[in-house]
């Protein structure tokens, strides 16, 4: 896919699937929701998820989203690169009311006043950035051409 081809993907996808590194080192996939940013995707969870348990550990992962219902619709990208965690009050309180407008319908004009209200919570959370290091997408839409 091009740059702007998928900068239209990001804005359309609800859910990637995040696969971490287990303990046992099996991938460990799990869905997220997440904001598209210049600098990566950005996510948040629980602080004592075991997804942030792995990457503490190892934070090299992988992202997957597709969409598609039959094979010459299917398209997709993967993403490969290292998440940093951040326990920055202000970051996952910003991205917890990113979220809330693009999940739940939350006027704009309304964010700050989200964010504030996250506040009390961010401490038990945790800010994810995936930095990717490679980028394969699919576009089988484009096979008839």
Not at 36 to 42: A, D, I, K, N
Request: net charge neutral; with cysteine; aromatic share 6%.
């Amino acid at each position: 896919m091009t740059d702007p081809e998928l900068h239209d993907f990001w804005v359309a996808t609800r859910t990637v699937i995040l696969c971490t590194i287990g303990p046992d080192g099996v991938p460990d996939p799990v869905p997220m929701w997440f904001i598209s940013r210049p600098e990566g995707l950005v996510m948040r969870t629980y602080a004592k998820s075991q997804k942030v348990t792995n990457i503490r550990r190892d934070p090299r992962v992988s992202v997957l989203a597709e969409t598609g219902e039959r094979y010459v619709e299917l398209r997709g990208v993967q993403l490969t690169g290292t998440i940093e965690l951040s326990t920055e009050p202000e970051l996952i309180c910003d991205v917890f009311a990113d979220l809330m407008i693009k999940y739940e319908g939350l006027d704009p004009v309304h964010r700050a006043a989200a964010a504030e209200g996250y506040r009390a919570k961010a401490g038990q959370m945790v800010a994810m950035r995936l930095m990717p290091q490679q980028i394969v997408s699919w576009d089988h839409r484009k096979l008839s051409r």
